[in-house]
């Protein structure tokens, strides 16, 4: 089945330390993008790429980085950067002119 | 101001009614809306999209678009208890790259 994976579904880390959420998808989109959601804020776009190697910043990168190596996978690393990392944390795909589709996402928890 | 706006609500209806779901937006050159449906502890899935002005139907859904008055709606008719989530609104922004989420409005169905 063509889809969206994110892996882990939940993940718990020590404040201070870097942590890379997994996103890969096999629907041949050619861009993916990273959401957060906190209770009460909807979602924040964080980092998207619309082709391989190229991504750019979304409304509140700071504290985050990605990569695009491969048209499957869409990494997205948390660094200690990031002052409130504890979020729900959304992976994307589209096709050209198709709507976004989401994978499961990631609770991430930081103490 | 904000860039997609819902009222948070919780909205409750009872069983069989017509729920009424509301969204603004403030970029004039935004193209392309949509509805999504998110359960508790669950990523969005889409359930409409829109992409001129008018109505658009499918199955139980409408969603109606008026681009002049900025305006973007959802009803659910015949409204089941599993209709009860939160609905986001999302609306393509930066020409299209990118989806603007709004906080989304919490629908409850009673019995």
């Known amino acids: 089945d063509g889809g969206i994976t994110q892996s882990p579904k939940y993940l718990f880390r020590k404040e201070g330390q870097n942590v890379t959420l997994s996103c890969e998808q096999n629907?041949?989109?050619?861009?993916m993008y990273w959401y957060r959601q906190d209770p009460g804020q909807g979602l924040r776009l964080i980092y998207y790429?619309?082709?391989?190697?190229?991504?750019q910043k979304g409304d509140i990168a700071e504290g985050y980085s990605v990569s695009r190596e491969k048209k499957e996978s869409f990494p997205l690393t948390v660094t200690s950067a990031q002052k409130n990392p504890t979020a729900f944390y959304l992976c994307?795909?589209?096709?050209?002119?198709?709507?976004?589709?989401f994978g499961n996402g990631t609770r991430l928890t930081v103490t | 101001q904000k860039e997609v706006e819902q009222n948070s609500g919780p909205l409750s209806v009872p069983e069989g009614a017509i729920a009424s779901l509301n969204c603004t937006y403030s970029?004039?050159?935004?193209?392309?809306f949509f509805w999504y449906r998110q359960y508790s502890g669950k990523s969005p899935e889409l359930i409409m999209s829109?992409?001129?002005?008018g109505d658009k139907e499918d199955g139980r859904f409408t969603a109606q678009l008026n681009k002049a008055s900025q305006y973007v709606s959802l009803l659910i008719r015949d409204s089941q208890p599993s209709d009860s989530a939160t609905y986001l609104c999302?609306?393509?922004?930066?020409?299209?790259?990118?989806?603007?989420f709004g906080t989304g409005t919490q629908l409850k169905v009673e019995l």
């Open positions: 994307a795909s589209r096709g050209t002119s198709s709507p976004l589709h």
């Open positions: 629907l041949n989109h050619d861009a």
């Open positions: 790429s619309q082709i391989v190697n190229d991504f």
């Open positions: 970029d004039r050159g935004s193209q392309s």
């Open positions: 829109i992409y001129s002005n």
């Open positions: 999302a609306v393509g922004t930066g020409g299209g790259n990118k989806l603007t």
